[in-house]
């Protein structure tokens, strides 16, 4: 992967060493502080995990998305706040990859380059295929943006912003353009740091833009076409990488109630609450929910890997089965754990936070209900615009 680490170990070895003494041991205080967990993606950036995904002719190992939850998946196990980081950094890359130029590409390949999406809009909430950002053309081969947009994963952090707006052109018939602003655009502008409830070091803010001027060849791919783009490159990775980020939360969830479960209670020597046929039940129940989840991503997995005619189907499905078990799993967990779950030490209650941003993420449960009925139904997949 990258020139700072030491020859011989696999991608995995360093991946776990990473997570062991730099993730895992920050993972409170970000989430305390609410503070970006700047070392622990810069050290995945050295060790190449940053720009895994790249294409190799560019650079990079050219990874599948499958290779890419199992990071985001181990990592969310550790520190929610740096896996979403990395999550909606693979999510860029994965436009980046097909539509950028290739300085940025080697840029990314190389760990040196931070993205991240800005779709969802305050004005038009979870529907992020239809924005209401600008663009307009202007003398000299500018384009000028204008845009208020709301939770931009690692707002103020990244090094450019995968941008979506309306057509330059109404006539293209297209919903939506894409671009790629650099983070350092004048008139652009980051919001107060995110004081939230879960995913407190993700640095998600919203992010206003204000006679944003970028060239006309920061545009990724055909005017209007920005949301076919989307739907075949971004959303996938957003997708399934939301899956594996709700896996690890649920995986590290069960791992604390089986420890706690399964330790001796010191008012009864001996004796330990798995010893109870309700308590097994209920963790029973629980995990079969990460399992189902495991088995459906896995699934998911297959199927693009096949190209298997179900793949989008399953894709539209996964992120919704995922979010649904994680809150069902971290909620069933707290219940587990009793009072010593609200204490910070044990990391339950972090985990239980975290485990319920998938829900509400663009697209929301909700969202992928009517897409995955639209999808089976043989229906457009996105409503008509209002």
Not at 50 to 57: A, H, I, N
Not at 293 to 317: H, I, K, M, S, Y
Request: glycine residues 12%.
């Amino acid at each position: 992967m990258g020139d700072h680490t030491p020859s011989g170990d696999s991608a995995d070895d360093r991946l776990d060493r990473i997570i062991d003494e730099v993730v895992a041991p920050a993972a409170e205080e970000v989430d305390r502080a609410g503070r970006f967990p700047r070392e622990s993606v810069d050290a995945l950036a050295r060790a190449g995990v940053l720009g895994m995904t790249v294409g190799p002719d560019a650079g990079g190992q050219g990874a599948p998305v499958a290779d890419a939850a199992r990071v985001v998946e181990r990592l969310a196990g550790a520190c929610g706040s740096t896996a979403m980081v990395v999550l909606m950094h693979y999510a860029a890359t994965a436009v980046l990859d097909a539509h950028g130029p290739g300085e940025i590409r080697r840029a990314v390949a190389k760990g040196a380059h931070l993205s991240t999406l800005a779709f969802s809009e305050s004005g038009s909430g979870s529907h992020f295929w239809a924005p209401l950002s600008t663009a307009v053309a202007l003398p000299g081969g500018r384009i000028r943006l204008d845009a208020d947009k709301s939770w931009v994963t690692s707002a103020a952090e990244a090094d450019s912003l995968v941008w979506s707006s309306r057509p330059l052109d109404p006539g293209t018939g297209g919903a939506m353009t894409l671009w790629l602003v650099p983070g350092d655009c004048p008139g652009l502008r980051a919001g107060a740091a995110f004081d939230g409830f879960g995913l407190r070091g993700n640095g998600s803010v919203p992010v206003t833009a204000r006679e944003v001027t970028v060239p006309a060849t920061a545009r990724l791919g055909a005017d209007g076409a920005g949301l076919d783009i989307a739907l075949a490159t971004a959303l996938p990775c957003f997708l399934v990488l939301s899956a594996a980020f709700a896996l690890g939360v649920m995986e590290s969830l069960l791992t604390a109630a089986a420890g706690r479960l399964t330790g001796t209670r010191p008012a009864h020597p001996g004796r330990s609450q798995a010893g109870r046929s309700l308590t097994r039940d209920a963790f029973a129940r629980l995990r079969l929910r990460a399992d189902t989840t495991r088995a459906f991503l896995n699934d998911t997995l297959a199927t693009l890997g096949e190209g298997r005619p179900d793949a989008t189907l399953r894709v539209l499905q996964v992120k919704a089965v995922a979010a649904e078990a994680a809150a069902e799993v971290g909620d069933g967990v707290m219940r587990l754990c009793g009072g010593s779950a609200f204490r910070r030490g044990l990391g339950v209650e972090r985990r239980f936070r975290d485990a319920l941003a998938s829900r509400v993420m663009a697209p929301t449960t909700e969202a992928l209900y009517d897409f995955t009925a639209r999808a089976a139904l043989g229906l457009p997949l996105l409503p008509e615009p209002a």
